[in-house]
């Protein structure tokens, strides 16, 4: 192989007496908790210490450094070891390793970013990879620079199809700095995996998935420094490392034993750790370290105060949908910032994310029908701060991704989510194309923020904000084109409402969103006819809502309160509305107006009304109120 040189054998030494300090230090850690996964951790220690004191380039004093390699761990639940293996390398005392799933440390079951250490949550299988694949995605076509990636998954994880829509991304961009390592360790954890130790079957579909693949063993330090230097001196492919292991290697009567499975070893581990350290040459400290970055050359990034680079520019009267106002917006931000980027799941011309591509065609990143992988990229693309990443598609496909996006949560990403062509207002399309619970899904995630915009201008100052907003933004964007409402100077701001009509006598507050704001006016044109006043508010944000202006515009209308939303019943604008005044204690009347059950196709109109959501149904539960109050 060019330019390959056998490491010396007392590198190679320390580099197998490494593997096994690894596993006693896993040990020890598991047995301290008195749970965790020991045999896990067993099977990936040649992994880990080749890569981490032989293949990769990082700073000890700075783990998130940009110019940095990234290192992912998939199988989540082998967290053990890769603690142990950034304590070996110096980066906190082993001795914290004992602290292990203790409730007042960060060292928990799984790795998340409390740790300076983690750039992601990893654990719910099948979803590192697709994280990887963003990192290694930046670092290829935006910041241009050397630093690689590697990603540790399991056998068990690799049934996941998420694992092979990733795998297809990585190799159709030609991903040639990301490393995927497979640790095929034969057992999962209530049984053998369905191809257990068939490597030929890994290698045949990985290279028919364009990989450049490699079988090794991976217990031999040897082999694996020398296919990491493969993959480093490989072009236009991705490399997979596929790995023969054994769960439990190096435990004698545990290895490549089933029901060891996330147990301690128990009365066993002191027999273990005896076998281990007799395996150990070299008993004094480390004599070979981590390796730092060849050069530092990821270029700096600002992502800090964002904004539209010209105002909204709207006629009066203008009816646009607001699915294209945000594209408008993120061409927009794209012109004042370099990192501002689109992603899409083969839904760009719908929800309008094509446009970034006037700026920089490169700017935007197709993902195709693969919506899981579509979210992990993103939250790939986003780590370290290098990108400000917009993810649209329709709104009711997020919902195949859910786990991805609770797991951007426990990330603490920025992601931007952007869902389209929401409600029963899509029209003829029918069900299968509505987001109907979209807002309810968003809303459960800590930390998010869920903007349901009702305008072009609303849309374009949500996109502004969502940019500059700490964890998970979500905005809801509409089919149909609707009526500008708002000024091209109006100010918006995260869980501030805004009232769109209002008098000294209003007797009723309609709170509606997107096309039900609209049917909203609608209504209180026609019930001003008959005499009754109705106030009008649009939340803008569902999440924050504007509590105290529910409630005191509430109480300025008599108590009596109509939402109204093209979503479904459970866990949305109704119900946000509904737990702000039940923490009032004054006596309210609240009607909710949702979509009650499964539509059907039809023309956007007759589906509002035949649902329960039009202008008509509005003015009827108003006029309801009123008999009960009376």
Not at 137 to 149: L, P, S
Not at 399 to 426: E, K, L
């Amino acid at each position: 192989m060019a330019n390959y040189h056998k490491p010396e054998s007392k590198t190679i030494q320390e580099l197998k007496d490494i593997a096994n300090k690894l596993r006693i230090d896993s040990i020890n850690a598991t047995q301290a908790s008195k749970s965790g996964h020991p045999t896990s951790c067993a099977s990936i220690a040649e992994l880990m210490s080749v890569l981490f004191f032989h293949t990769m380039r990082y700073k000890i004093s700075a783990p998130r450094d940009a110019s940095s390699d990234r290192f992912i761990l998939s199988k989540g639940h082998a967290a053990p070891i890769l603690y142990a293996a950034w304590a070996e390398a110096g980066l906190f005392p082993t001795s914290e390793l004992l602290n292990l799933r203790k409730i007042d440390s960060d060292l928990e079951g799984h790795p998340t970013p409390r740790l300076n250490f983690i750039d992601v949550g990893t654990g719910s299988l099948g979803q590192g990879l697709a994280v990887a694949c963003g990192m290694a995605y930046v670092g290829k076509y935006y910041d241009k620079a050397n630093y690689r990636v590697y990603c540790i998954v399991g056998d068990g994880e690799a049934a996941e199809g998420s694992i092979w829509e990733s795998l297809h991304f990585a190799s159709h961009y030609n991903l040639d700095n990301l490393v995927v390592c497979f640790d095929v360790n034969r057992l999962g954890q209530s049984e053998p995996t369905s191809l257990q130790h068939k490597m030929d079957v890994y290698r045949k579909r990985l290279e028919s998935f364009g990989f450049n693949a490699l079988v090794v063993d991976g217990h031999d330090v040897e082999d694996l420094c020398k296919a990491f230097h493969n993959a480093s001196t490989t072009k236009d492919k991705p490399t997979a490392v596929i790995a023969k292991t054994y769960k439990g290697k190096n435990f004698p009567n545990i290895e490549d034993l089933e029901n060891w499975h996330g147990k301690p070893l128990g009365a066993e581990a002191d027999r273990v750790i005896q076998h281990l350290t007799g395996l150990i040459k070299n008993k004094g400290p480390l004599q070979i370290h981590p390796q730092k970055p060849i050069n530092d050359d990821a270029p700096p990034v600002d992502i800090s105060n964002i904004t539209l680079s010209s105002p909204p520019n709207y006629k009066a009267g203008e009816q646009v949908a607001t699915r294209l106002a945000y594209g408008t917006a993120i061409q927009k931000l794209a012109e004042n910032n370099a990192r501002v980027i689109a992603l899409d799941g083969d839904t760009k011309n719908s929800t309008y994310s094509e446009k970034i591509k006037k700026v920089d065609p490169a700017r935007y990143i197709e993902c195709f029908i693969a919506e899981q992988n579509l979210v992990g990229v993103a939250i790939g693309a986003a780590c370290r701060d290098r990108t400000v990443a917009f993810v649209s598609t329709f709104a009711t496909f997020f919902t195949r991704a859910f786990d991805q996006i609770r797991m951007g949560a426990i990330s603490q990403t920025n992601v931007n989510f952007v869902g389209s062509h929401c409600g029963v207002s899509i029209g003829e399309d029918g069900p299968s194309q509505m987001g109907l619970e979209d807002i309810a899904m968003f809303r459960t995630i800590p930390g998010s923020t869920v903007f349901y915009p009702s305008d072009a201008v609303s849309t374009e100052r949500a996109v502004e904000l969502a940019a500059n907003t700490k964890g998970v933004c979500f905005i809801r964007t509409s089919r149909p084109n609707t009526l500008n409402v708002y000024p091209n100077n109006e100010k918006f701001e995260i869980g501030k409402a805004k009232i769109i009509k209002q008098s000294a006598k209003d007797q009723v507050l309609i709170i509606g969103a997107g096309i039900t704001l609209h049917e909203g006016l609608s209504a209180a044109a026609t019930l001003a006819k008959a005499g009754i006043n109705a106030r009008v508010m649009d939340p803008f944000t569902i999440k924050p809502l504007d509590v105290n202006a529910v409630i005191q515009n509430a109480k300025a209308c008599g108590g009596r309160v109509i939402t109204v939303e093209d979503h479904y019943e459970q866990g949305g604008l109704g119900e946000a509305v509904l737990s702000a005044l039940a923490l009032e204690p004054s006596v309210f009347l609240v009607k909710k107006l949702a979509v009650p059950t499964i539509p059907r196709s039809g023309p956007p109109t007759v589906l509002l009304d035949m649902f329960g959501i039009s202008a008509k149904h509005i003015v009827n539960a108003a006029n309801e109120l009123f008999k009960i109050k009376a």
